[in-house]
């Protein structure tokens, strides 16, 4: 009963490195999500996809890229990391967009020096 | 000003206590409404989820809406010290809001 998987659960990069963040569920949900985290700023959402193929941007895009070449996995990119990116970021999946509630991944907890 | 406002906390009480925890919202649009209780080091985890007006109960946990007043409580009864941990808001239309979070303290 795995539900969201993500990985790695840490990560240290340097200024300027990119790396990929990976998410996986199992669940065959159509929807999902990526958010970040940080201190008095709740979850904030950076990119989602409502089915393989397609994706839109969240409230806070700039610095990531996805894509959903798959049903079960969704991918965020950083391109060029910056130290405004250091942040815990959680994937979530849910079976549509909207009403249903986001099963949530346990993170990935991201410091860019 | 941010769609979904929620009373920062923290909150500490003794093991036993009522625990009260709100949010306000400014989009009309908002349908369904939800808390999420996370854990340290953990990804939020559904703990209620409602659509009317009105309370909902499940346990010791009860939900309640009022839309004409944009404003939505959780209250914690009994709370245990396992009841520790950071509750979120949320709120949608098309998509998640979420509010910035309670840490709330039971102490045994």
């Known amino acids: 009963n795995a539900g969201v998987t993500q990985t790695p659960k840490f990560q240290v990069l340097k200024t300027g490195q990119s790396m990929t963040l990976q998410c996986a569920q199992d669940m065959n949900h159509e929807y999902m999500s990526w958010y970040r985290q940080d201190p008095g700023m709740g979850l904030r959402l950076i990119h989602y996809s409502v089915g393989a193929g397609i994706t839109d941007q969240g409230e806070v895009p700039n610095g990531y890229n996805v894509s959903r070449s798959t049903t079960e996995d969704f991918p965020l990119r950083l391109l060029s990391a910056a130290p405004s990116q250091t942040s815990v970021y959680f994937c979530?999946?849910?079976?549509?967009?909207?009403?249903?509630?986001?099963?949530f991944g346990d993170g990935t907890r991201l410091s860019i020096l | 000003q941010k769609e979904v406002e929620q009373d920062p906390g923290p909150l500490s009480v003794p093991e036993g206590a009522i625990v009260s925890l709100n949010c306000t919202y400014s989009?009309?649009?908002?349908?369904?409404f939800m808390w999420y209780r996370q854990y340290s080091r953990k990804g939020p985890e559904l703990l209620m989820y409602t659509y009317s007006s009105g309370n909902k109960e499940d346990g010791r946990f009860t939900a309640q809406v009022d839309k004409s007043s944009k404003y939505i409580s959780l209250f914690i009864r009994d709370s245990q010290p396992s009841d520790s941990a950071t509750y979120l808001c949320a709120m949608n239309d098309y998509k998640l809001s979420f509010g910035a979070g309670t840490t709330v303290t039971v102490r045994a």
């Open positions: 979530a999946s849910s079976a549509r967009e909207g009403n249903q509630p986001q099963h």
């Open positions: 989009n009309s649009a908002f349908q369904y």
